[in-house]
């Protein structure tokens, strides 16, 4: 009888490792499950910022663009505005001298 008594607790025995080891496995896999999510909240968080600051950059260079665009047209019209005044002021100056080289005949 004592075999049987034996037997009955290495039985008893590997139940409760089973028991013990399929305990182990389900809180491993419940943690590994609860590190997923929150590596995964961390990371959208982190996405989130990220993508905030490039907008916020974005919108920073893109309103620096539109502002340097308008004053190099600024810039260009006064300048050409400052052309056509230079221009119309010599054109006198440039007419009477062709008119003058061009009457004249050298003998």
């Not at 809180?27 to 590596?39: D, F, S, W």
């Not at 982190?46 to 620096?64: P, V």
């Not at 539109?66 to 019209?77: A, C, F, G, I, P």
């Given at each position: 009888m004592d075999d049987k008594g034996g037997i009955q607790m290495l039985l008893a025995a590997e139940q409760d490792a089973q028991r013990i080891?399929?305990?182990?496995?389900?809180?491993?896999?419940?943690?590994?499950?609860?590190?997923?999510?929150?590596?995964?909240?961390?990371?959208?968080?982190?996405?989130?910022?990220?993508?905030?600051?490039?907008?916020?950059?974005?919108?920073?260079?893109?309103?620096?663009?539109?502002?340097?665009?308008?004053?190099?047209?600024?810039?260009?019209?006064?300048?050409i505005e400052r052309l056509k005044e230079e221009a119309s002021s010599k054109s006198s100056d440039v007419t009477s001298f062709l008119l003058k080289f061009v009457t004249t005949v050298k003998v």
């Open positions: 080891v399929a305990n182990a496995r389900s809180g491993k896999t419940q943690r590994l499950r609860q590190a997923k999510e929150e590596a995964e909240r961390e990371i959208a968080a982190f996405r989130a910022q990220r993508d905030a600051e490039f907008k916020k950059k974005q919108e920073l260079s893109s309103g620096s663009v539109d502002s340097n665009v308008k004053r190099l047209e600024e810039e260009t019209d006064a300048k």
